[in-house]
């Protein structure tokens, strides 16, 4: 049905809320919210717009308590709280400036997105002004039992998640332990080498952090093996988020820029492969596992795009499955099927790591030609099982 507003009108769905986001202003809120005992207030316009800015940022309505930790956190402590957004929006119909979806489009009570996104109380979803809400009620009426039970689809995900963390600390550790015990029976530090431990340290950091070596062999492979690496490390700053509460600042920090940082790990990537497939001395040294490994970590890339800016995903819910996972305290996972298969893929990279050519990051730090100091006429050199044999 439609609202007249300032000589134009607006199209509404049965509940009242615009069709279309981009036709919300305030004088369509301020005709909406009448009759409804609500005297819009600057205290009213503040959450208003944090929603707004909040949906705005991330594509989806926050629940109820990450609603009230923002508020608190942005706008203070005094109003981080259910009871201030009640005494203000007391109403059963939210100010409800806008829902993003169009009323076709919305799913059904028999929805699997539907009943994961209802899991708060009518009487909270009504202190949601303006976007999307997570609730069971007018959009999606469902039972009780739907939004406790725990789906075999959870489950499979969570025991997959158990399962390759495991694999991946154990591997790891397996592997790195094997680097320590390899002996360097000789002094072969490549020259120009440092000639004190401090000295052995910058140069490592120098490895670490600007590549260095790669840098002097290879131009074309420094700058997009650089690349892929440094918008790696963003990309995973970026994604602790989902596994505290609260955010760390820097953590907090890094989201914007790590959120295009991923084009840039897609980018470094796609230069890598190009060398493996038309540099012929490359090519012929490669194996169908650099492939395989080059063609998994683009998967997971380009999928993890597409949620971000294609097909949105529900992050509030998928936050509170990685947390639960971390408290043994499972919560339901998203159904959606592009957030299933990055998920998939990501496990397969974690279950794979440490038995594959790309845990080469521990190795650099036993690498006898970077980690020894350049003294052979200081001090003599002697492996621990040399010395065994002088005994």
């Not at 509404?12 to 615009?18: A, V």
């Not at 005094?78 to 005494?87: C, H, M, T, V």
């Not at 303006?130 to 039970?149: K, L, Y």
Request: hydrophobic letters at 45%; a positive charge; aromatic letters at 10%.
């Amino acid at each position: 049905m439609p609202i007249e507003v300032n000589g134009s009108s607006y199209e509404t769905d049965e509940e009242g809320y615009l069709i279309d986001l981009s036709e919300w202003n305030e004088d369509i809120a301020k005709v909406i919210v009448q009759g409804e005992n609500v005297d819009m207030t600057d205290n009213h316009w503040e959450v208003v717009n944090f929603l707004r800015d909040y949906y705005n940022e991330y594509q989806i309505a926050p629940a109820v308590r990450v609603l009230t930790k923002a508020i608190g956190k942005q706008l203070g402590e005094e109003k981080g709280n259910s009871k201030y957004l009640y005494e203000l929006f007391p109403t059963a119909r939210q100010t409800g400036l806008q829902d993003r979806r169009p009323a076709q489009r919305r799913p059904a009570a028999s929805d699997t997105s539907a009943r994961r996104r209802s899991h708060l109380p009518p009487a909270a979803a009504r202190l949601l002004p303006g976007v999307p809400v997570r609730r069971c009620g007018v959009a999606a009426r469902c039972a009780p039992s739907q939004t406790t039970r725990m789906s075999l689809l959870t489950i499979v995900y969570a025991a997959l998640f158990y399962a390759a963390t495991a694999m991946l600390v154990v591997g790891t550790a397996l592997k790195i332990r094997s680097y320590a015990r390899t002996p360097a029976p000789l002094k072969i530090p490549t020259t120009p080498a440092p000639i004190s431990n401090r000295g052995v340290a910058v140069r490592l950091a120098r490895e670490v952090v600007l590549f260095e070596s790669l840098f002097k062999a290879s131009r074309w492979t420094w700058l997009f093996g650089w690349m892929f690496h440094a918008a790696l490390a963003l990309v995973l700053l970026r994604h602790a988020r989902y596994f505290q509460q609260p955010v760390w600042t820097v953590v907090e920090a890094a989201q914007f820029i790590g959120t295009y940082a991923g084009f840039a790990m897609v980018a470094g990537l796609a230069g890598l492969w190009a060398r493996r497939r038309w540099v012929d001395r490359v090519r012929y040294i490669s194996t169908p596992s650099d492939h395989l490994h080059l063609a998994l970590l683009l998967a997971i890339g380009l999928s993890g795009l597409a949620m971000r800016f294609v097909a949105h995903t529900d992050i509030v819910a998928l936050k509170a499955f990685m947390l639960g996972l971390m408290r043994f305290d499972v919560q339901p996972l998203p159904s959606d099927p592009l957030l299933l298969l990055h998920l998939t893929l990501v496990a397969l990279l974690m279950i794979i790591f440490p038995i594959s050519k790309l845990l080469h990051a521990p190795g650099l730090f036993f690498s006898p030609t970077r980690n020894q100091v350049d003294n052979p006429r200081e001090a003599r050199h002697q492996a621990a099982w040399a010395a065994a044999l002088d005994k």
